[in-house]
């Protein structure tokens, strides 16, 4: 008997999320001897639970998935929605009459940490009851936090467009070079500093700026940072620093929390926002020269302008593989990443236990973390730079990308 094939998307959007999203659409459509409908789930696993779906498949005879390929943001829509740690709750039995009714076989969800945590209640609870319907986390975040996977998509987009600007701001800075000046970069990543660590692509020679980078997994003392402040202006009139919103000061407090409260989400993450004005104000107060901050904010995951072709392909890929995984009848599982070789580069594609891999996350290694914790080093470049090559030529009408959109 045909089962068919659900699949979600939830957290922060990327790139190229919906790469993932066409992948598992395209792959399911191919396989209609073993699979019926393709169902997407709007708002992720909590628009399910309120029956918000649609048969995504049909996009196929429009080209409209065509299209979907390319577009950054969640087309589905996403949420953040934590299912209860209780597997005796009663969400649970109502979520899985719904795929029932739905005679779903296949679920995928597309995501990061939270989502795998997801993917892993959902299996359990379906081996709990016996249920044979396989479920597989297909990776996304820009923070290039799970572990068990080389990289994730969605990163080799956001460290692009980090790199990029960065870039554009240094050259932006020398246009005066009359008097010193301070230009302080806040980028996304609350506990890893990979898409801050991305900066360092912007350099054009050593030296260059950005002359500091600072990451959260190593404690920022502010007393020190003004010090390399100074240091940095004697040599670079024009200095860009590059943070993570995350730096802390080892001891559990966030840099920005020196200026005000932060919130909590649903998941008790802290929301965080100003460690880079902080920071503006701090150098301005003990340096006194010119000083500007900028905080990259959600630009780093909704740009398209400078979309990674490789990592456009590893997302659609990654969604290939879990259908094909699921097909195999694999269950509990994450798509991962092996880098074979970086010279040329060399990807292939496996999967690893959903189990081990929500709730945790993958720091940028102690050892790539330099000169007291201000700079990166060359291996984090041979590790990164595979991930941004290409480009991709999007679809446009009038001059302007043309996006695909839920009617």
């Known amino acids: 008997m ?17 790469g993932s999203l066409y992948g598992v659409v395209s792959e399911g459509l191919k396989h209609m001897e073993e699979t019926g409908h393709v169902y997407g789930m709007v708002n992720g696993i909590e628009g399910f639970l309120h029956d918000h779906c649609m048969d995504i498949g049909s996009l196929e005879a429009t080209n409209e998935l065509e299209l979907v390929r390319t577009t950054p943001g969640a087309y589905l829509g996403s949420c953040r929605y934590k299912l209860p740690e209780d597997l005796g709750d009663s969400v649970y039995p109502e979520l899985f009459k719904k795929f029932d009714d739905k005679n779903i076989g296949y679920f995928f969800y597309i995501g990061g940490n939270d989502s795998m945590d ?7 609870y379906a081996d709990k009851i016996g249920s ?20 994730t998509p969605g990163y080799g987009s956001a460290a692009k467009y980090v790199a990029t600007v960065v870039r554009e701001i240094a050259t932006d800075a020398t246009v005066y070079d009359n008097k010193q000046s301070v230009t302080i970069v806040e980028v996304m990543g609350r506990h890893a500093g990979w898409l801050t660590a991305a900066s360092i692509l912007a350099r054009k020679f050593e030296g260059d700026n950005p002359v500091l980078i600072y990451l959260p997994e190593v404690a920022f003392n502010q007393d020190e940072f003004i010090e390399k402040v100074k240091e940095g202006l004697e040599s670079t009139p024009n200095l ?8 802390n000061d080892g001891k559990g407090t966030f840099i920005c929390e020196y200026a005000s409260d932060v919130g909590v989400d649903n998941f008790g993450h802290k929301m965080l926002t100003g460690s880079g004005k902080y920071l503006e104000n701090l150098v301005k107060e003990k340096i006194g020269v010119k000083v500007r901050s900028i905080e990259l904010n959600v630009c780093q995951r909704c740009s398209c302008a400078h979309l990674s072709r490789v990592d456009l392909d590893e997302a659609v890929n990654a969604g290939i593989y879990a259908v094909q995984a699921a097909l195999d009848g694999e269950t509990g599982k994450m798509i991962t990443f092996i880098r074979n070789k970086s010279v040329p580069y060399e990807l292939s594609y496996s999967t690893a236990d959903v189990n081990i891999i929500c709730n945790k996350e993958k720091p940028v290694p102690a050892e790539w973390i330099i000169n007291d914790g201000s700079d990166i080093s060359n291996a984090f470049i041979d590790y990164a730079r595979p991930l941004t090559q290409g480009y991709v030529e999007l679809p446009t009408k009038n001059g302007i990308p043309l996006f695909a959109y839920r009617k």
Do not use: M, W, Y
């Not at 045909?2 to 919906?18: C, D, Y």
């Open 132 to 151: 044979d319907i396989r479920f597989i986390g297909v990776p996304k975040t820009i923070d290039n936090d799970l572990v068990e996977t080389d990289h």
């Open 118 to 124: 997801t993917v892993s209640k959902l299996s359990r």
């Open 240 to 247: 860009v620093v590059c943070i993570s919103e995350g730096i």
């Open 2 to 18: 045909k089962k068919n094939i659900i699949v979600g998307q939830s957290g922060g959007p990327t790139a190229v999320i919906n």
